[in-house]
């Protein structure tokens, strides 16, 4: 089965500044997607990005950016110009062409003002 | 257009009670699934259905049942609610598309308590 790792239960970021979380996945599979979802506390999965393994290219979304490394099994984000709104939890997911979905632990993002 | 709804929001179960929990989507979405997300460990597959009539295991499937008997509704059963059951549950649905990177759209959550 493919895990999915997050390893900084925790992080923190000034406002305006640049924060990246870290995700690794362990898999055999070459076609498969990635996402990044975030959970505000109102509870709601929200999605960020989404990233196909098979494209080179670096997934954008205004200030969210990931940097995709197939080899290394690594896709993290990177958040640009932080705003307290994105004070969160982030889950790494992990999509197979089974379409079944594996999540990370997540990371808790405080915005500090 | 509501996507996926789940009901109750809350609710609290006294042990060995058995309750279900409501999940719907109107998208026609062939794949749903039931996730139970626990602090520190992420959200965790408890089962899914693949279309109406097929339903499989997940990560966690013990005191859980499902069916599937409409493309819309995947109700999700505790047979004996049992304090370790606590926690707070996602229904999800997407498409069943290989070629394409849908993602997996989420209802709101139902917290549950057993005492």
Known sequence: ????TQSQPEMSV????TVTLSCTYDTSESDYYLFWYKQPPSRQMILVIRQEAYKQQNATENRFSVNFQKA???FSLK????QLGDAAMYFCAYRNTGNQFYFGTG?????IP | NAGVTQTPKFQVLKTGQSMTLQCAQDMNHEYMSWYRQDPGMGLR???????????DQGEVPNGYNVSRS???DFPLRLLSAAPSQTSV???ASSPRGLSQTYEQYFGPGTRLTVT
């Open chain 1, 79 to 82: 958040i640009s110009d932080s």
């Open chain 2, 89 to 91: 549950y996602f229904c």
């Open chain 1, 1 to 4: 089965a493919q895990t999915v």
């Open chain 1, 72 to 74: 290394a099994k690594s």
């Open chain 1, 107 to 111: 990371t808790s993002l405080t915005v």
């Open chain 2, 70 to 72: 409409t493309t819309e």
């Open chain 2, 45 to 55: 597959l408890i089962h899914y259905s693949v279309g109406a009539g097929i339903t």
């Open chain 1, 14 to 17: 000034q406002e305006a500044e």
